[in-house]
């Protein structure tokens, strides 16, 4: 396994392997299918990052489920932009529906107190959220996260479905930014 990666201009290294990313997950999952036994939840995938993610984790479920995926964007880079616009809408009837929402990372949270408020509006039965990854120091919004992976320090990280500059996702391991 390479510690160090480089990816256009920026060097990243090794900070979660590919072994305690898959433990992690199957730990969240045997909570989730404890939570989820006897019903039928939308699974909804926050693309591009969390597409990894959401296919481990549902290769884990073991309750009858649904796959919806939508698409925000708000980083440029490194940086978050501090504005998210929506890119890719659902095609299901949410009203009524339990739905766990399967998020990459919570950064400042504005992409995911954004998405419950649309998803609210559409009087779901429940929503909870699932994110491998949060960074605790770095946010802003309100967002109740029922499943955390990791809670990491505020640096940039790719790696499992995370990209810099759309490259990186591919990894199976994680890879911080190298100051
Ligand atoms: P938020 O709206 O600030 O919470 O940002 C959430 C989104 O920004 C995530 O879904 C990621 O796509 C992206 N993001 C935040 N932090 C990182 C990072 O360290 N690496 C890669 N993408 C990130
Ligand atoms: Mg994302």
């Known amino acids: 396994m390479n510690e160090l990666i480089?990816?256009?201009d920026k060097t990243f290294e090794i900070y979660l392997t590919?072994?305690?990313i898959q433990a992690r997950v199957k730990a969240l999952a045997d909570r989730i299918n404890v939570d989820y036994k006897g019903r039928k939840p939308i699974v909804l995938?926050?693309?591009n990052g969390s597409f990894i993610f959401t296919a481990d984790l549902v290769r884990h479920f073991n309750f009858p489920l649904t796959v919806e995926f939508v698409r925000y964007s708000s980083?440029?880079?490194t940086e978050s932009t501090g504005r998210v616009t929506k890119i890719l809408g659902m095609k299901s009837e949410i009203a009524g529906k339990d739905v766990l929402i399967?998020?990459?990372?919570i950064d400042t949270g504005y992409t995911l107190s954004n998405a419950v408020k649309e998803l609210m509006r559409q009087h779901p039965a429940s929503v909870k959220i699932a994110s491998l990854l949060l960074k605790p120091e770095a946010l802003?919004?309100?967002v109740a996260c029922n499943y955390i992976g990791f809670s990491i320090p505020n640096k940039f990280v790719v790696g499992y479905g995370?990209?810099?500059d759309e490259l990186g996702r591919d990894l199976p391991?994680?890879?911080?930014?190298k100051e």
């Open 102 to 105: 399967v998020e990459d990372i």
């Open 140 to 142: 802003k919004h309100d």
């Open 6 to 8: 480089t990816l256009n």
């Open 75 to 77: 980083y440029r880079g």
């Open 162 to 164: 995370l990209d810099y």
């Open 18 to 20: 590919e072994a305690e």
């Open 173 to 177: 391991s994680i890879y911080q930014l």
């Open 45 to 47: 995938c926050i693309l």
